[in-house]
């Protein structure tokens, strides 16, 4: 085999492992999420990068007696009354799914219904029995991040 005929055999073979590489990752994307969550409207994925220094949300988007679930970020920001809020793991304590949803002051988990208290992240229903640990939040003007 000559040079330029090894050269060209190289460079075809690392064109192929580079497409494949690209449709690997195309596929890995798509089924990706990282959550263990199925999505659902009350969970939301904020526009910045999650290391603290973007905002989660607007306080305006966190309904009061509700909340929003931030699968990426691992929290779950709740406002138990009027301009109060309050942030704690999203991972059920139970056996760790994701929780999915708060409404009327208690947070559920959609694995074995688990409900905690939106205002303190105490249980209100098993089978869970340890509370929701609490997340540093910061609240100013109008925006919330973690801490």
Same mark, same amino acid.
Do not use: W, Y
């Given at each position: 085999? %000559?040079? =330029?005929?090894?050269?060209? /055999? +190289?460079?075809? @073979?690392?064109?192929?492992?580079?497409?494949?590489?690209?449709?690997?990752?195309?596929?890995l994307?798509?089924?990706?999420? $990282?959550?263990?969550?199925?999505?659902?409207?009350?969970? /939301?994925?904020?526009?910045?990068?999650?290391?603290?220094?973007?905002?989660?949300?607007?306080?305006?988007?966190?309904?009061?007696?509700?909340g929003?679930?931030?699968?990426?970020q691992?929290?779950? /920001?709740?406002?138990?009354?009027?301009?109060?809020?309050?942030?704690? %793991?999203?991972?059920?304590? +139970?056996?760790?799914?994701?929780?999915?949803?708060?409404?009327e002051?208690?947070?559920?988990?959609?694995? +074995?219904? %688990?409900?905690?208290?939106? =205002?303190? $992240?105490?249980? @209100?229903?098993?089978?869970?029995?340890?509370?929701?640990?609490?997340?540093?939040?910061? /609240?100013?003007?109008? %925006?919330?991040?973690? =801490?």
């Amino acid at each position: 085999m %000559s040079a =330029a005929q090894e050269i060209q /055999v +190289h460079v075809g @073979r690392r064109a192929v492992v580079a497409a494949g590489a690209t449709g690997l990752a195309v596929v890995l994307t798509a089924c990706g999420g $990282g959550s263990k969550d199925s999505g659902g409207s009350d969970t /939301v994925e904020p526009a910045g990068e999650g290391d603290g220094a973007a905002p989660l949300a607007a306080t305006a988007d966190i309904p009061e007696g509700g909340g929003v679930v931030f699968a990426d970020q691992g929290v779950v /920001v709740t406002q138990p009354q009027a301009g109060e809020f309050k942030a704690f %793991s999203s991972e059920c304590t +139970h056996q760790g799914c994701a929780v999915k949803g708060v409404a009327e002051g208690v947070i559920t988990c959609p694995c +074995h219904n %688990s409900m905690f208290d939106a =205002a303190t $992240g105490e249980v @209100r229903g098993g089978p869970a029995t340890t509370p929701l640990p609490e997340k540093q939040i910061r /609240v100013e003007g109008g %925006s919330i991040t973690l =801490a």
